[in-house]
């Protein structure tokens, strides 16, 4: 059974870091694309990061610059490394993972193109 993991949420002042794991079991994760998405209140669920079975990643503009996503094949553990954290930033976070054909750069970060998700960590930023 697929089972995707979440931690390292928090709360940090503005300028503040947090990395977020997200610990995969059920499957070679090796052989997916990962992304992680936010959410916050009364909000859509959007694409924040992502990254693909080659290592290649892609970033939301909002992002770019601050956050930083990885993965650690041998641990089964996906990363986001956030620095210079804004309270826009504040929302809960989510990783997912998918293993279908996905032709597109919406491959990176499109909430309908992945099926696994974790149940989320929040992160709250105060200024």
């Known amino acids: 059974q697929v089972q995707l993991v979440e931690s390292g949420g928090g709360s940090v002042q503005a300028g503040g870091s947090l990395r977020l794991s997200c610990v995969v079991s059920g499957y070679t994760y090796s052989n997916y694309r990962m992304g992680w998405f936010r959410q916050g209140p009364g909000k859509e669920r959007k694409g924040v990061a992502g990254?693909?079975?080659?290592?290649?990643?892609d970033y939301a503009d909002s992002v770019k610059g601050r956050f930083t996503i990885s993965k650690d094949n041998g641990k089964n553990t996906l990363y986001l490394q956030m620095n210079s954290l804004k309270p826009e930033d504040t929302a809960t976070y989510y990783c997912?993972?998918?293993?279908?054909?996905?032709?597109?750069?919406?491959?990176?970060?499109?909430?309908?193109?992945?099926?696994?998700w974790g149940q989320g960590t929040q992160v709250t930023v105060s200024s």
């Open positions: 990254i693909d079975s080659n290592g290649r990643t």
């Open positions: 997912a993972a998918d293993r279908r054909a996905c032709v597109g750069s919406d491959c990176y970060r499109g909430v309908p193109h992945f099926g696994d």
